[in-house]
């Protein structure tokens, strides 16, 4: 996947995002991304608990096996939390991509109640795995297109 293709891939979950927070739920989206470069599928945050990420990797594990999810690609908004990571590895799936960190978040966010954010990267997260999972972010380019959102949003 190229880099032009991981940002077509973040914005489209940053419509995702953006249509969760719409709909009242935290402005978090992520995409499955099959080997052929096609979205296989888009998940909004739901609440402080059922994340987009970790909901997408439910999802895509009950729907695919796990060789499968091993050539495929989560595209997330913004860096997963250790929860979302940690379902992103046993789900399988090969490939993260984010598009900015879970400190830039922590800058938007605050102390906000529903958003306690945590200082552990994914980074740290996989690498405390056996599974070589490929991590790609932040996008610098787009961050603060895809922190819009959370700038309304934490403060309402």
Same mark, same amino acid.
């Given at each position: 996947m190229t880099r032009d293709q991981m940002i077509a891939h973040l914005?489209?979950?940053?419509?995702?995002? +953006?249509?969760?927070?719409?709909? %009242?739920?935290?402005?978090? %989206?992520a995409v499955l991304v099959g080997p052929d470069d +096609?979205?296989?599928?888009? @998940?909004?945050?739901?609440? *402080?608990?059922?994340?987009?990420? *970790? $909901?997408?990797a439910r999802r895509a594990a009950a729907a695919y096996p796990a060789k499968f999810l091993w050539s495929?690609?989560?595209?997330? *908004?913004? $860096?997963p939390c250790a929860m979302c990571t940690g379902t992103l590895y046993w789900a399988n799936i090969g490939r993260l991509v984010y598009g900015f960190e879970e400190k830039k978040l922590l800058?938007?966010? %605050?102390?906000? !109640? $529903?958003?306690p954010t945590m200082n552990l990267s994914s980074r740290t997260v996989l690498a405390s795995? @056996?599974? !070589?999972? $490929?991590?790609? %972010? !932040?996008f610098p380019e787009i961050e603060d297109e895809l922190l819009s959102p959370h700038r309304t949003f934490w403060r309402r």
């Open positions: 914005r489209a979950a940053d419509d995702v995002a +953006r249509a969760a927070a719409e709909h %009242g739920h935290h402005p978090f %989206g +096609r979205i296989l599928m888009r @998940q909004g945050n739901i609440d *402080t608990v059922h994340h987009a990420e *970790t $909901e997408l495929c690609t989560l595209v997330s *908004t913004g $860096e800058a938007e966010t %605050g102390d906000h !109640p $529903e958003n795995g @056996q599974k !070589p999972i $490929e991590v790609v %972010g !932040p």
